[in-house]
């Protein structure tokens, strides 16, 4: 008996999750859509909560630390008469 009663609460279980979906994907499909076109990446963390990433700035990242970085050394004051400052 106690089967049937928990085959029922799954399938009202799984038609809610399923409502859920649908209501997710339905409120955030033009965003997706759009972000999509742009070439980003989306990543779905929650009911109608996405994250939504550019790919660009992995490459810009990636470039500041393959740049070596400068040397910052002090550069002498240069007057009109030639005499450096001290």
């Known amino acids: 008996m106690s089967f049937h009663?928990?085959?029922?609460?799954c399938g009202i279980k799984t038609l809610l999750?399923?409502?859920?979906?649908?209501?997710?994907?339905?409120?955030c499909m033009d965003?997706?859509?759009?972000a999509h076109r742009l070439g980003w990446t989306v990543t779905?963390?929650?009911?109608?909560s996405r994250h939504y990433r550019e790919p660009r700035f992995?490459?810009?990242k990636a470039e500041?630390?393959?740049a070596p970085a400068?040397?910052?050394?002090?550069?002498?004051?240069?007057?009109?008469?030639g005499d450096v400052a001290a």
Not at 70 to 81: E, Q
Request: no cysteine.
């Open 70 to 81: 400068l040397a910052l050394a002090p550069v002498p004051d240069k007057r009109a008469d």
């Open 64 to 66: 500041r630390t393959a």
């Open 44 to 48: 779905r963390t929650g009911f109608v």
């Open 17 to 27: 999750l399923d409502l859920i979906y649908i209501t997710d994907r339905e409120l």
């Open 58 to 60: 992995d490459l810009l």
């Open 5 to 9: 009663r928990t085959k029922g609460l």
């Open 31 to 34: 965003q997706d859509e759009w």
